[in-house]
């Protein structure tokens, strides 16, 4: 009878091995790719939010360069390319969005609306993601005191330069406080990978040039 039952189980198992296989495969294949994700994050950013950041850079380029009136005479609406941002130092050089909601902040650094326009009286603020979503800030932490930092918008190039670095709790307001001088402040979560925090970056207006975009 044993050896009966035996028998039987026999030719299941053959049909059930290659199921099993293919299972083992798929899990290890899977584990490998959850890796080399986590290992791509940890290193540089998150890869798929990083290609969707990058189409959208493309499209901010492409108005920015062919702005609305609204755009030109200062009154953006959200999610308007308003400028563009670079700090040679870590290599940034991103379009910057109106807006600063989660579906702003995935197209590149976004304005705080509530504060002034750059190169106007009080603190122009704008943020930008870490990880996700191109990661535009993630070496913010980086940057050094004396430093620029360059905005382009259609009226003219501002030119900032570094004053210092502060890590603050992520309620604190008065970091958009109005100073006696044209002030810009970046922020960016922190530590990575978490939101705990912000890392501010305080810069100064140091001149205005002449415009440098081209509109098309």
Not at 103 to 132: C, F, M, N, Q, V
Request: net charge positive.
């Amino acid at each position: 009878m044993r050896q009966v039952s035996l028998s039987l189980a026999r030719p299941r198992l053959r049909r059930v091995r290659p199921v099993l296989r293919f299972v083992a495969s798929v899990m290890m294949v899977s584990g490998v790719l959850l890796i080399a994700d986590a290992t791509v994050t940890l290193l540089w950013q998150e890869p798929v939010s990083a290609y969707v950041a990058d189409k959208n850079q493309g499209t901010l380029k492409k108005a920015f360069f062919d702005p609305p009136e609204r755009v030109i005479h200062r009154r953006p609406l959200k999610g308007d390319a308003i400028a563009k941002i670079m700090i040679p130092s870590i290599g940034v050089s991103k379009y910057v969005v109106e807006g600063t909601d989660v579906d702003s902040l995935r197209k590149g650094p976004g304005h705080y609306p509530e504060t002034p326009l750059p190169g106007e009286p009080g603190t122009t603020a704008i943020a930008g993601h870490r990880t996700t979503y191109g990661a535009p800030f993630r070496h913010i932490d980086e940057v050094q005191r004396g430093e620029p930092v360059v905005i382009d918008m259609p009226d003219g190039r501002f030119v900032y330069r570094v004053q210092r670095t502060k890590v603050v709790d992520d309620q604190d307001l008065s970091v958009l406080d109005r100073v006696g001088y044209q002030r810009l402040v970046l922020s960016a979560c922190h530590p990575l990978y978490s939101a705990a925090q912000r890392i501010i970056v305080f810069a100064r207006l140091v001149r205005r040039e002449a415009p440098r975009v081209r509109r098309g």
